[in-house]
T-cell receptor, first 114, second 113 residues
């Protein structure tokens, strides 16, 4: 049972436009969400996170939106740059005692076309 | 600042051979440590995590084991590798709270032939 789903395996966007990456989750206990960016043959790099007490978090060109009722979050990248081309993973966790697991989606490969 | 190291970067091993992957963290004390695997075309799967020296929790039954002999050292091992052990192995660290961000190492690409 996949608790974190990224239904789009790939996305192509023109440079300068907005990239929107989507993520859905099924476990209502999740209360902390993260986005990671991964280049081939490298470890994931943390991008941005959001707690369930917020519905938006912004960091430079990156904004994460959380819709708890829909169990949906999205990452917006504005403007998109060629260097943003990578695989983006959505991850979720919950603050229950003894819970340390991040549950990852399968990733979305973003290609930003110059 | 904190840094995390993994080695080797790549490894090709025959089926049935042993495995030892090492991960070390610098610049922090008593981190939580994690081993993940990314198989081809799949997301990241948590294999083991550790909240302290000698404390290992396994998330999935498998052919692998983990050990934490020192505070900032995490080792992934196998006595006999299987073909299905091939993948990209990632070590990560975080602070002591369950919602602390996890930071990943550069990874080890393991190919079992």
């Amino acid at each position: 049972d996949q608790q974190v789903k990224q239904n789009s395996p790939s996305l192509s966007v023109q440079e300068g436009r907005i990239s929107i990456l989507n993520c859905d989750y099924t476990n209502s206990m999740f209360d902390y969400f993260l986005w990671y960016k991964k280049y081939p043959a490298e470890g994931p790099t943390f991008l941005i996170s959001i707690s369930s007490i917020k519905d938006k978090n912004e960091d430079g060109r990156f904004t994460v939106f959380l819709n708890k009722s829909a169990k949906h979050l999205s990452l917006h990248i504005v403007p998109s740059q060629p260097g943003d081309s990578a695989v983006y993973f959505c991850a979720a966790s919950y603050s229950g005692a003894g819970s340390y697991q991040l549950t990852f989606g399968k990733g979305t490969k973003l290609s930003v076309i110059p | 600042s904190q840094t995390i190291h993994q080695w080797p970067a790549t490894l090709v091993q025959p089926v049935g051979s042993p495995l030892s992957l090492e991960c070390t963290v610098e610049g922090t004390s008593n981190p939580n440590l994690y081993w993940y695997r990314q198989a081809a075309g799949r997301g990241l799967q948590l294999l083991f995590y550790s909240v302290g020296i000698g404390q290992i929790s396994s998330e999935v039954p498998q052919n692998l084991s983990a050990s934490r002999p020192q505070d900032r050292q995490f080792i992934l091992s196998s006595k006999k590798l299987l073909l299905s052990d091939s993948g990209f192995y990632l070590c990560a660290w975080s602070g002591g709270f369950s919602t602390d961000t996890q930071y990943f190492g550069p990874g080890t690409r393991l190919t079992v032939l």
